[in-house]
């Protein structure tokens, strides 16, 4: 069953293919935009501000910093009473987009930040084994104590030493 904001995504993706559009940064833009003031959402979502004030607010908001469609986009979301799925719609958008384009993002997740050899390695070896482009968001969590995890494409490669511990004790306690 797919979500609403994977349908609103999946149409603005066909839009952008048919025109010929990157809306990527755009979206990022208009994601930003709403990180940096949250009571905007709010402002948009309201029943009790006339819908036409709301649209106003968007075009002053976004005009001139992202392309019509975007703009557009995020007017219909308001209209149809969904601006609060904005950003679950850019990400869906931006997934499809990376899809496309053979691309993925791995999250990775180390107990120490990693060098960029290391995170350089890292996606040379991850590119070979996914066949793809791979671009790395990565954290740092200590709790791990060493090594580190990746989250890609629904999979974990988990090579920490947590994990290693854990099994350890599974295998002890047996």
């Known amino acids: 069953?797919?979500?609403?904001?994977t349908d609103y995504a999946d149409a603005l993706f066909s839009l952008a293919g048919e025109t010929g559009e990157d809306l990527c940064d755009d979206l990022a833009v208009?994601?930003?935009?709403?990180?940096?003031?949250?009571g905007y959402l709010d402002l948009l979502s309201s029943p009790g501000i006339p819908l036409s004030q709301r649209l106003e607010a968007i075009r002053q908001a976004l005009e001139g910093r992202?392309?019509?469609t975007v703009c557009s986009f995020v007017k219909l979301?308001?209209?149809q009473g969904h601006i609060r799925l904005?950003?679950?719609c850019a990400d869906a958008y931006a997934a499809m987009d990376r899809a496309a384009r053979?691309?993925?993002v791995a999250k990775v997740t180390?107990?120490?930040?990693?060098?960029?050899?290391?995170?350089s390695r890292l996606v040379s070896k991850l590119s070979a084994l996914s066949g793809r482009q791979v671009t790395l968001d990565c954290a740092v969590d200590p709790t791990l104590l060493g090594g580190l995890t990746v989250h890609m494409d629904g999979n974990v490669l988990d090579g920490s030493v947590t994990h290693r511990l854990r099994?350890?004790?599974?295998?002890m306690d047996t």
């Open 86 to 88: 904005f950003d679950a």
């Open 110 to 119: 180390s107990a120490v930040p990693l060098t960029e050899e290391q995170q």
């Open 66 to 68: 992202v392309s019509p």
């Open 1 to 5: 069953m797919n979500a609403v904001y």
């Open 167 to 171: 099994e350890m004790k599974e295998v």
């Open 77 to 79: 979301l308001c209209e």
């Open 30 to 38: 208009v994601q930003a935009v709403f990180r940096e003031e949250p």
């Open 102 to 104: 053979r691309q993925v």
